[in-house]
């Protein structure tokens, strides 16, 4: 049962069409970059080696090369939507790699006669008779959606290997003709019989770029070690993806500024040819990356993490500002870059570690040497966050704060995994009303929350839920697009790096709020603490501190932080008031108060009573 769950829970989380986009662009992407990568050896070599004659005029890489290669793509699309059609219905993948194990390797139940079955069939659970054994397979079928979801992950990559092999081999084939010497129609021949019938050696360098494109390489030493230490059954729920995200890393390494001392460079240096070439190319290209994101964080147009800190995040998304996103120029709309994996880590990084020394510069009086140290920082908390680390970072707060954080955790998980489909779900309700739905933490018990957080996921069911509301009482969106809508009071928010924190839920300790009661102390408080703070910034004081504290005054940035923290507490007054001079919710706060009088008076009577004793 275990093991069909997962099953169940693997297909839900790649049930939505955003998870497929996301997969296929990053294939496109991952070929385009390669594409890019020859060209850029091909034009230095046509002017150290063809122009200046270095290394006797040899060229390891050309733009007939490049040219072999893109024609090679082009001609593999048929070729490539059949592999796609056949992974679709086989679930078979190309080149022995795989993102994801979604069928069970063994012998399976009294059943199973085949080396692999899908956990969630008759084989799985070993199921006697044929009606039960048709029954068992038919309910499988309905909750993982007749498997789909891995059924089009499966096509997809195949796509993209089919795509990715081809245009390999069409440039392998052109340069070994090349280098030979062949010209007119032996050069021609040459080509086709090498394409026709490749070597050995040629079939597995093309199998393995189209491996390393879908980020299906094989993962060796220390990452081999920790991919089989999270594939128990326990441990794959935490981590239910870890292969494909890991090689994405490992693709980022090759192509960041600290390629140059890495194993596989220094093996690509010691092959020679046109491999150490891109191998020099991808980490030169990539660190000039890494320079240009950077000039761009600088002019405010991409963004990386932000701030760890949701609060601070949550100023810039009032702007319309979302992490890892970037403007598109001469508009004021933001969209997420972070649908093309891998090429999405190296923009990340890049400017997560920009944003960081920049604040550390900004906002106080760290030394570089120590925002440095703050940028390498971020670059852990960086790959900590990435999809596949996610479920362990969460786990492990859970496990040192089980107060705060385990609700949390176990309520995360049990929206995805008690729901099939969960994804599409999402996706269309998100189609059917964009609108964000409140998830209270307070007042309900765990399953209360779980049910309420199911209950977001479902189109128009989510309607019964009220809106969710941001720090100025506005109802917030779940668009992924972001519409730059600029505030004074949001600029300085953010520019102060000012954790405002999100609005009790409760009155006092005694009384909590209803989700109607709760709803309108959100809007009203946001609103005259939006008020406020615009009237605070037209004040001589508010400029006199602004003024030093852009100037580095320490002093003057606390303050104003104090300030507005000050006028937020007023705000909580002023909305709680506005609760209680509502028609319907005073009266019922007062029914309230003088229960809970009386609670207190009868334990005081109790108390004195049992004291006399």
């Known amino acids: 049962v275990f093991n069909a769950w997962h099953e169940v829970w693997i297909n839900a989380i790649l049930s939505g069409p955003c998870s497929h986009v996301k997969n296929l662009a990053g294939g496109f992407a991952a070929i385009w ?74 012998t399976g139940g009294n059943r199973a006669t085949a080396t692999r079955y899908d956990a969630f069939s008759a084989e799985g659970f070993g199921a006697r008779g044929q009606v039960m054994g048709a029954a068992v397979d038919a309910l499988g079928n309905v909750l993982t ?68 494109t879908t980020l299906q390489q094989e993962l060796d030493g220390k990452t081999k070690q920790i991919h089989q230490a999270l594939s128990g059954p326990i441990s794959r729920w935490i981590v239910p993806f870890f292969k494909t995200p890991m090689n994405a ?50 002019e405010d147009m991409i963004t990386g993490n932000i701030s760890a800190d949701p609060r601070v995040r949550a100023a810039y998304e009032r702007r319309g500002i ?24 190296i923009i990340g990084l890049a400017a997560d570690v920009n944003e960081t020394i920049k604040s550390g510069l900004d906002t106080d009086d760290r030394t570089a040497l120590e925002s440095i140290f703050g940028a390498i920082g971020i670059i852990g908390h960086n790959l900590a966050n990435k999809s596949f680390m996610v479920g362990v970072s969460k786990f492990m707060d859970a496990v040192q704060d089980p ?16 729901m099939p489909g969960s994804s599409l779900l999402n996706e269309i309700s998100r189609l059917q009303d964009d609108t964000q739905r409140y998830r209270r933490k307070t007042g309900i018990g765990l399953m209360q929350k779980i049910g309420t957080g199911i209950q977001a996921k479902l189109p128009f069911a989510q309607n019964g839920l009220l809106p969710a509301r941001d720090a100025w009482g506005r109802i917030r969106s779940r668009s992924r697009f972001g519409t730059y809508d600029p505030n004074p009071v949001d600029e300085e928010i953010a520019r102060l790096r000012l954790a405002y924190a999100p609005y009790p839920e409760n009155e006092s300790a005694d009384i909590v709020y209803s989700d109607e009661q709760l709803d309108l102390f959100r809007k009203e408080t946001g609103e005259m603490a939006f008020k406020q703070i615009q009237k605070f910034m037209k004040t001589d004081a508010f400029k006199r501190l602004q003024k030093g504290s852009k100037a580095g005054n320490v002093d003057a940035t606390d303050e104003l932080r104090l300030a507005i923290r000050q006028i937020r ?19 019922e706060l007062s029914e309230v108060d003088e229960a809970n009088r009386e609670f207190y008076q009868e334990r005081q009577r109790q108390f004195e009573k049992d004291t006399a004793q």
């Not at 003709?177 to 021609?188: C, N, V």
């Not at 507490?569 to 009266?587: D, L």
């Open 33 to 106: 970059n390669d594409n890019a990568e020859t060209a850029a050896v091909a034009a230095m070599q046509g002017v150290t080696r063809g122009v200046f004659g270095m290394k006797g005029g040899v060229r390891d890489v050309t733009f007939g090369d490049l040219q072999a290669k893109m024609f090679g793509q082009f001609m593999a699309t048929q070729e490539a939507l059949s592999a796609a059609g056949k992974g679709f219905k086989t679930r078979e993948e190309l080149f022995g790699s795989s993102k994801i194990e979604s069928r069970i390797t063994g």
């Open 145 to 212: 959606l007749g498997r789909a979801p891995t059924r089009l992950l499966v096509a997809e990559d195949a796509f993209i290997k089919v795509v990715a092999y081809r245009g390999a081999l069409y440039e392998l084939a052109y340069r070994d003709a090349r280098l030979s010497g062949k010209q007119g129609d032996a050069f021609a021949e040459h080509v086709a019989d090498f394409i026709f019938d490749p070597p050995g050696k040629a079939t597995e360098e093309a199998q393995e770029l189209a491996r390393r």
């Open 249 to 298: 890393l490992l693709y980022v390494r090759d192509r960041s500024p600290i390629a140059p001392f890495t194993k596989p460079y220094k093996e690509a240096i010691a092959q020679g040819g046109a491999t150490a070439s891109k191998a020099k190319m991808q980490w030169q290209l990539g660190t000039a990356v890494f320079t240009m994101i950077a000039f761009l964080s600088d």
């Open 322 to 345: 979302k992490p890892y996103s970037i403007r598109i120029p001469g508009t004021d709309t933001w969209i997420p870059y972070n649908t093309a994996e891998p090429i999405s880590t």
């Open 403 to 418: 107060q705060r954080k385990l609700n949390a955790f176990l309520m995360n998980y049990a929206t995805s995994a008690l």
């Open 569 to 587: 507490q007023g705000a909580i007054k002023h909305g709680r008031a506005m609760v209680r001079k509502h028609p319907k919710f005073g009266p």
